[in-house]
């Protein structure tokens, strides 16, 4: 069956960095777009980057964050530096519904989710 599995979330300083990543299975990766958002107390979950054959990304996160896959590993990273407090969210990875562009981050556009990996940033 269709999974995602978010890893590498933790407590970091401001300024400090995180990767975060996506363990993919039951399908083929490499045929699907696959977007990161993060929810935070209080407020709507977000799309923050998505990566088909380049990385997109918001305008809150850009410079800043890096997104990659690596399809024969079937995974995803999101490289995070210079990290703020507002950077505190779950962060989700998630597969978009209708394969591999990638086209805004609508949650109903996506069909399978992660559990989610907390990313805290405080000092």
């Known amino acids: 069956q269709v999974q995602l599995a978010e890893s590498g979330g933790g407590l970091v300083q401001p300024g400090g960095s995180l990767r975060l990543s996506c363990a993919a299975s039951?399908?083929?990766?490499?045929?699907?777009?696959i977007s990161w958002f993060r929810q935070a107390p209080g407020k709507e979950r977000e799309g923050v980057s998505c990566?088909?054959?380049?990385?997109y990304y918001v305008d809150s996160v850009k410079g800043r964050f890096t997104v990659s896959r690596d399809n024969a590993k079937n995974m995803v990273y999101l490289q995070m530096n210079s990290l703020k407090p507002e950077d505190t969210a779950v962060y989700y990875c998630?597969?978009?519904?209708?394969?591999?562009?990638?086209?805004?981050?609508?949650?109903?556009?996506?069909?399978?989710w992660g559990q989610g990996t907390q990313v805290t940033v405080s000092s």
């Open positions: 990566i088909d054959g380049i990385g």
């Open positions: 039951g399908f083929t990766l490499g045929d699907y777009a």
């Open positions: 998630a597969r978009r519904r209708f394969g591999y562009a990638c086209s805004g981050y609508v949650p109903n556009d996506y069909d399978y």
